[in-house]
């Protein structure tokens, strides 16, 4: 059974840094490709940043240079360090896995998903 739990969310203020983790169970957790989104109330879920099984990373244009996102295989754990935080930043984050090589910043590819955890900004 796949699992995917993040942690690591709170309110901070506008400049501010928050890590989050997204812990992994039940499947081989290198052969996945994992991805960060987003979701603002009323708003459609956005994809945040991608890892490929290669280790290539993309984000969207407005977390670039201020997010970065990378693993600890030996902790079956990826995280989401988000530094500069904005307001606009504000949003239910959630951790995704997609049995694909590459799953990009789109819903698509994704199979199985987190529950989400909240990230306050203010300004």
């Known amino acids: 059974q796949v699992q995917l739990v993040e942690s690591g969310g709170g309110s901070v203020q506008a400049g501010g840094s928050l890590r989050l983790s997204c812990a992994v169970s039940g499947y081989t957790y290198s052969s996945y490709c994992m991805g960060w989104f987003r979701q603002a109330p009323g708003k459609e879920r956005e994809g945040v940043a991608a890892?490929?099984?290669?280790?290539?990373?993309t984000y969207t244009e407005s977390v670039t240079g201020r997010f970065t996102t990378s693993k600890d295989n030996a902790k079956n754990t990826l995280y989401l360090q988000m530094n500069s935080l904005k307001p606009e930043d504000t949003a239910m984050y959630y951790c995704?896995?997609?049995?694909?090589?590459?799953?990009?910043?789109?819903?698509?590819?994704?199979?199985?998903w987190g529950q989400g955890t909240q990230v306050t900004v203010s300004s």
């Open positions: 995704a896995a997609g049995d694909w090589e590459s799953c990009g910043l789109g819903t698509t590819r994704y199979n199985y």
């Open positions: 890892f490929d099984t290669d280790g290539t990373t």
